[in-house]
């Protein structure tokens, strides 16, 4: 099947007087499986409605291959929706939900038959065809919302919070199961979330929005990694942030934090800012003086299995250093004054 893009360019769409998309663009590859994140109220599932076709009409182009689909009837856009709340239909079985849009568009009983076999066998229930919703479990019924999704042609895949009424273990198995049914059937795919961990592990890309204003665009990794601004730093993963300033002496520079410790930063990156962002984990923690380390108190420890958590007293700042446990490793007590060095390769200066 050919693949098709999304291309979203100067989106802007409001309720009445309330601006909900405030300018987005957005550029969606043939195939991808892509996620939106962001907090709850900043507009995804607006902006993912918008593209199938609900909600007010917006300003701006939606574009399905090349075609511009602002306007247009939901049903003419040939796009497959799947949402939070399964919605089968109770007074249906799984094989009559499963065809129910295949009879809407008059296909030939025969062809109904197999393709519902089909697209049950991609969900991997084809033996609970002739159950009734209510016979099924979250799991199972959402995987049958997903094959009477797919089971159209669909262009597109949307998919809005599908997982959030499952329970946590469910989640991680159901979102393995979802990238591999969207690998198989190559569907370019658009994943609303507000789960930082399910866009990590299933996107190829991701736009993290707030306020109706995309914030930034890349892999999990680059976004984690290099955060464009202080809110993507903050939304994924815990970051540490020192406010202070850059000093460039020669080939070096320095980032002075307020209460005038000196972290030296590489002087290849981006140097102009001033905040300076680091990951817990790429701080470490020792009691025996170093050189450029900063000088601490911990405050508070928790264990969590594969890493301890410190809450770190420094630089005028409370901030978290992961450190990995691993059995015989000695901890540092609430109290224990410490000496911290960064990792200042990855260090952001933002
Ligand atoms: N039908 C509506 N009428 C008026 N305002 C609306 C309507 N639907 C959504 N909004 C507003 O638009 C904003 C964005 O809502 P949206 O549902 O897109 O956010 P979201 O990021 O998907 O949040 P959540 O994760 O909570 O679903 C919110 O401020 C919301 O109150």
């Known amino acids: 099947m050919d693949q098709t893009g999304i291309k979203i360019e100067d989106l802007h769409?409001?309720?009445?007087?309330?601006?909900?998309?405030?300018?987005?663009?957005?550029?969606?590859?043939?195939?991808?499986?892509?996620?939106?994140?962001?907090?709850?109220?900043?507009?995804?599932?607006?902006?993912?409605?918008?593209?199938?076709?609900?909600?007010?009409?917006?300003?701006?182009?939606?574009?399905i291959g090349d075609r511009d689909v602002v306007g247009l009837d939901p049903w003419k856009r040939n796009v497959g929706m799947v949402f939070q709340s399964y919605a089968l239909w109770p007074h249906m079985s799984v094989r009559d939900n499963v065809g129910f849009g295949l009879r809407e568009r008059r296909v030939p009983a025969k062809q109904i038959r197999d393709r519902v076999d089909a697209a049950l066998d991609l969900v991997g229930l084809a033996h609970l065809a002739d159950r009734m919703p209510n016979q099924l479990s979250g799991g199972q019924q959402q995987r049958i919302a997903l094959a009477r999704t797919v089971v159209v042609e669909p262009e597109v895949l949307l998919l809005d919070e599908p997982l959030s009424n499952l329970d946590a273990s469910l989640r991680v198995q159901m979102r393995r199961e979802l990238l591999h049914l969207q690998r198989k059937l190559g569907l370019t795919t658009i994943f609303v979330?507000?789960?930082?961990?399910?866009?990590?592990?299933?996107?190829?890309?991701?736009?993290?929005?707030?306020?109706?204003?995309?914030?930034?665009?890349?892999?999990?990794?680059?976004?984690?990694?290099?955060?464009?601004?202080?809110?993507v730093a903050n939304f994924l993963g815990t970051a540490n942030i020192f406010e202070g300033r850059v000093e460039i002496d020669g080939d070096v520079a320095r980032f002075h934090t307020k209460t005038g410790e000196v972290l030296t930063i590489p002087a290849s990156g981006n140097l102009d800012g001033s905040n300076v962002v680091l990951r817990p984990q790429n701080i470490s923690m020792t009691q025996a003086p170093e050189q450029d380390a900063l000088k601490g108190e911990v405050l508070h420890r928790e264990f969590l299995g594969s890493q301890i958590r410190y809450l770190v007293k420094v630089a005028g700042a409370e901030i978290v250093v992961d450190q990995s446990h691993s059995a015989g490793r000695d901890w540092f007590d609430p109290g224990a004054q410490v000496h911290l060095v960064a990792n200042t390769s990855s260090a952001v200066i933002l």
């Open 13 to 63: 769409l409001s309720f009445g007087e309330t601006q909900v998309l405030r300018g987005v663009n957005l550029d969606i590859r043939p195939g991808e499986f892509f996620a939106f994140l962001g907090p709850s109220g900043s507009g995804k599932s607006t902006l993912l409605r918008a593209i199938a076709g609900f909600g007010p009409t917006p300003q701006g182009r939606i574009l």
């Open 193 to 231: 979330t507000h789960d930082q961990e399910e866009a990590n592990t299933t996107s190829d890309r991701m736009a993290v929005l707030d306020g109706g204003v995309i914030q930034q665009i890349g892999t999990p990794q680059e976004l984690y990694d290099r955060p464009a601004n202080l809110f």
